[in-house]
């Protein structure tokens, strides 16, 4: 009965490549989020959506483009993917918009190799 | 914008000790939010309190905005308590949550 679920736990890849990362949030939250959290633990938005509309767009280069086929998925797609693209992404969820407790998932660790 | 800042950013504690974390921050906000990230990096929601004070068992946090602080208590502590802690804030009108830097915590037995 996991509430907001990330697949894959670990992601490895090679510089150049491309991956995608997969959130499902089963608590009918209408909002979802992507956080970046670095090598020092600091916690960034990246992106969030509210409805399947995007709302946040933080300063993210444009070779992560997140999509959201429906309200309870929102997926991260990376191109390209660099050296500094290492780091734990997490999605999360909470019902009513930014000012609501926030769900987090398990976080993916991607490392660029 | 927004100055979210922890303290301490390091805490050692003796199993059955009490604690307080805080956060200030440099602007007013409507929205506040307190996190636990355990050892095995899960971020658990422990409250969202953007004014007054609410409990959950051994934790509290209480929030005075005017002042721009909040603080969370923990009491008698235990091992599975230890991780990293970070509070959140939105100010008015904004709609991003920024973290603060975080408290690492570890509590021995």
New interface residues.
């Given amino acids: 009965d996991t509430a907001v679920s990330q697949t894959p736990k670990y992601l490895v890849t090679q510089m150049g490549n491309d991956k995608s990362i997969k959130c499902e949030q089963n608590l009918g939250h209408d909002t979802m989020y992507w956080y970046k959290q670095d090598s020092k633990k600091f916690l960034k938005i990246m992106f969030s959506y509210n409805n399947k509309e995007l709302i946040i767009n933080e300063t993210v280069p444009n070779r992560f483009s997140p999509k959201s086929p429906d309200k309870a998925h929102l997926n991260l797609h990376i191109n390209s993917l660099e050296l500094g693209d290492s780091a734990v992404y997490f999605c999360a969820s909470s019902q009513g918009g930014v000012n609501s407790p926030l769900h987090f998932g398990n976080g993916t660790r991607l490392t660029v190799t | 914008g927004i100055q979210v800042e922890q303290s301490p950013p390091d805490l050692i504690l003796q199993e059955g000790a009490n604690s307080t974390l805080r956060c200030n921050f440099s602007d007013s906000v409507?929205?506040l939010?307190w996190?636990h990230?355990n050892p095995w990096?899960?971020?658990?929601?422990l409250f969202?309190i953007p004014s007054g004070t609410k409990q959950n068992g051994r934790l509290s946090a209480t929030t005075v905005a005017t002042e721009r602080y909040s603080l969370l208590y923990i009491s008698s502590s235990q091992t599975t308590d230890s991780g990293?802690y970070?509070c959140?804030v939105?100010t008015g009108g904004?709609?991003?949550?920024t973290?603060g830097?975080?408290t690492q915590l570890k509590v021995e037995l």
């Fill in positions: 409507n929205n939010q996190f990230q990096g899960q971020l658990i929601n969202y990293v970070f959140a939105i904004g709609n991003k949550l973290f830097t975080g």
